[in-house]
């Protein structure tokens, strides 16, 4: 099954053990970038990096999936009970699709917990990976647990359209413009985090605790890592792009002003740029 909306196709992909929904765009480019998203109830990774997939197609093959146990990818029959069980499914989900589609080396861009997944992939597959950008990371020892995110987190106790309005205007700082491009993905989103196999494993998901990467894993890795935060993000404050800027020892900070978690809905145009120079390395 694939099909192809404006410039951004989309189609399943199958692995030894993963099924895994793509989105995609420039697939004629050879330099590949590979963007993974956040959680949270009825996530994809089309609402997440469809503006970057249009933007950046003439100068890069970008790879969006689904992970393992969100929206339309293949869930898992018994979830894991652990972090990082399922920090593992996702490493190994992301190399199984890049040997599957034939990709030796990538680009990553992950958000808020992609930015964990990237994490992974560089210490347990580093030449697999060139540049890379954690915009919004959480999961470190100084990443708190935010009121908003533990209200996110209880959704499912009463979920509503209206409940999900409320948790994604909280994921950024101007509501009244962010509202058309809340708008665009509401309906679909709420959908999809009423399937009973998205409900179960984003329950077992948030039932684990966050699992930092050691501070002499973070020194280990020599990749070179932008970190893009917005200064007003109340669902990972920006202390743990500080906390990353100190232990990983090539990494550069770009900090949004008035904007939260969403860098790349609320500033989109900025950072599309970002996103092609870094990877063009002409920053």
Not at 28 to 35: D, G, S
Not at 36 to 52: E, K, M
Not at 226 to 248: A, F, P, R, T
Request: net charge negative; charged share 20%.
């Amino acid at each position: 099954m694939s099909t192809t909306t404006s410039t951004i196709s989309t189609r399943y992909v199958n692995t030894e053990n993963f099924k895994t929904y793509v989105n995609e765009s420039g697939a004629e480019n050879k330099n590949k970038v590979i963007f993974i998203h956040g959680s949270g109830p009825g996530v994809t990774a089309l609402a997440n990096w469809s503006y970057v997939l249009d933007s950046c197609q003439e100068q890069f093959h970008c790879i969006a999936p689904d992970l393992f146990g969100f929206a339309n990818s293949s869930h898992p029959v018994e979830p894991p009970k652990t972090r990082q069980e399922w920090l593992d499914l996702w490493v190994k989900q992301i190399i199984e699709l890049m040997d599957e589609m034939k990709i030796e080396k990538a680009n990553i861009v992950g958000n808020s917990l992609g930015c964990s997944i990237a994490l992974e992939l560089l210490m347990e597959h580093p030449y697999r990976f060139d540049r890379v950008i954690l915009m919004g990371p959480g999961g470190t020892p100084v990443t708190k647990m935010s009121i908003e995110l533990a209200r996110a987190r209880n959704f499912y106790q009463a979920p509503t359209p209206k409940k999900l309005r409320q948790i994604m205007e909280w994921f950024v700082y101007d509501v009244e413009k962010m509202t058309p491009i809340i708008d665009s993905f509401i309906d679909e989103r709420f959908e999809i985090a009423l399937k009973e196999e998205v409900k179960k494993s984003n329950n077992a998901f948030f039932s684990t605790a966050p699992l930092p990467v050691p501070p002499t894993a973070l020194k280990r890795i020599k990749h070179e890592i932008l970190l893009i935060h917005g200064k007003e993000d109340n669902v990972c404050s920006i202390d743990s792009s500080y906390y990353l800027l100190d232990h990983l020892p090539n990494a550069h900070l770009f900090v949004l002003g008035q904007c939260g978690h969403w860098a790349q809905l609320e500033h989109k145009e900025t950072f599309n740029k970002l996103v092609m120079e870094y990877f063009n390395k002409t920053i």
